[in-house]
């Protein structure tokens, strides 16, 4: 099938980003390697027993997988399973009658798939723990570099940048938390045979297995691994790039030209437009925006797969075969990638003091309520008072310090100097030292950068 030149380009990057780790993990060479793994696994728990002879196991041991006999193999049976039992079968002598020893194809497939999960789990916590290091260092460089928070989009109270990427770092703590317990729930392993009733092999074939291969038994099963596992593990990948997509988006709407405070990195000889050479466009986190949604959808599928018929049917396994891979490779791809924009990202200091000064010290109108409240008016006359000067100033871009001056009301119970002192953005600095430290983030695990912006002390001179 050709790809479009887009769809090419979007194969490319994820090749350039992901792990070979992770794209060796979902190989069909990694696959069989795993059914493999699993038989001989089994093989040596029947041995155990005194089932399979030890003279047989030594030969099983050293059984082989032939992909290339096995796609041979798989045009006649149309069975992925008796395909692979056929190779395996060649690659011995009379001991492959051992193999497969009371076993359904799902007891192989589906505890190999739990060790598949649990080695994407263990890269994809790593790509999380380098992106949660890359968050915390750029949140400490920029701990008290003040600008602008926003609610509805709209101007509320002063923020720093830092804090602002530490409480990214922080959700991003979580989803590692995420990952370990999703990676549990799928570590377990499933030999029980047909309808999971141990009628042909005995729960202490399935108890050696497991313990063999780093897996839990299920305590109970029908034919398969229930799919309420699988559904939670890609439901922790959806939550983890939703995430990410939150953070993109943050990074895309302060990248707008009118606001302009950050930019996600843009190299030398990008392009942004075929038709406007000034575009500089935040396509990397909208690319990230995008596949947030298409592993979401994954996890709809995941979900939808936990109904079905009796003991079970195969209606989630075409399913799993595209969502499982996909979901780790394009997770493993958006972390790496977002770890790269955050250390690249482009800050822009000045113009946050710029927006924060925008408009005309309205950011203080909570600090001016509250502070007559002080005085002894009640929180509706305060709150009256100010939005009556506010609003004013909204409408007319004037300076809202000098229409509270100029304010009898207000005056009369707020002298010049009160007022001016309530104009202060290092106020809203107080607790920055105190919220990092409940993150975790100390100075001293951070060693300070040429260009570390501090805060800028803005007087109402400045408005």
């Keep these: 099938m050709k790809n479009t030149e887009a769809s090419y380009k979007e194969i490319v990057m994820i090749e350039r980003y992901s792990h070979p780790q992770m794209k060796r993990i979902w190989s069909d060479e990694n696959k069989f390697a795993k059914w493999l793994e699993v038989e001989i696994a089994v093989c040596e728990a029947w041995s155990q027993l005194g089932t399979i002879p030890r003279d047989a196991l030594t030969k099983i041991k050293l059984a082989r997988v032939n992909l290339k006999r096995m796609e041979k193999i798989l045009k006649q049976t149309h069975h992925d399973m008796t395909a692979f039992l056929g190779s395996v079968a060649e690659s011995l002598g009379d001991e492959s009658r051992f193999v497969h020893l009371g076993l359904t194809s799902s007891d192989v497939m589906d505890t190999a798939l739990s060790l598949q999960l649990v080695e994407a789990a263990r890269l994809l916590s790593q790509d999380a723990k380098e992106l949660s290091s890359a968050l915390a260092e750029r949140a400490l460089e920029h701990k008290y570099t003040i600008m602008m928070g926003r609610t509805h989009g709209v101007h509320a109270e002063p923020i720093t940048f830092g804090l602002k990427l530490a409480l990214w770092m922080e959700e991003m703590q979580r989803n590692r938390q995420r990952l370990a317990e999703a990676a549990k729930t799928v570590a377990v392993g499933k030999i029980s045979g047909a309808v999971g009733t141990y009628a042909t092999v005995p729960p202490e074939v399935e108890d050696r297995t497991c313990a063999k291969l780093g897996l839990a038994p299920a305590p109970i099963s029908s034919q398969i691994l229930q799919r309420d596992r699988h559904a939670q593990f890609v439901t922790t990948l959806a939550i983890v790039a939703s995430s990410l997509e939150k953070f993109a988006t943050e990074i895309r709407a302060l990248q707008k030209t009118e606001i302009r405070e950050v930019e996600e990195p843009f190299e030398p000889g990008q392009t942004g437009s075929s038709a406007m050479p000034h575009k500089r466009n935040p396509e990397l986190c909208e690319r990230i925006c995008g596949l947030a949604r298409l592993i979401r959808g994954y996890a709809l599928t995941a979900m939808e797969n936990i109904a079905l018929w009796h003991e079970r049917d195969i209606s989630h396994s075409s ?137 800028t002390r803005l007087t109402p001179r400045a408005l």
Excluded: H
């Design 319 to 455: 399913t799993e075969r595209i969502i499982l891979p996909s979901s780790c490779l394009l997770l493993d791809y958006t972390l790496t990638l977002f770890s790269s924009i955050i250390k690249g990202l482009q800050v822009y200091p000045n113009r946050m003091k710029r927006n924060l000064t925008l408009t005309k010290g309205l950011v203080f109108s909570q600090r001016t309520m509250l502070a007559l409240i002080d005085k002894g008016l009640s929180r509706q006359r305060a709150y009256e008072l100010v939005q009556r000067n506010a609003m004013k100033a909204w409408q007319g871009n004037r300076n809202f310090l000098g229409l509270l001056k100029g304010d009898p009301e207000v005056s009369a119970l707020l002298s010049p100097e009160e007022l001016e002192q309530i104009f202060d953005y290092q106020y809203y600095l107080r607790y920055v030292d105190e919220i990092f430290k409940r993150v975790g983030l100390t100075d001293r695990q951070w060693k300070k950068k040429p260009g570390t912006t501090r805060a």
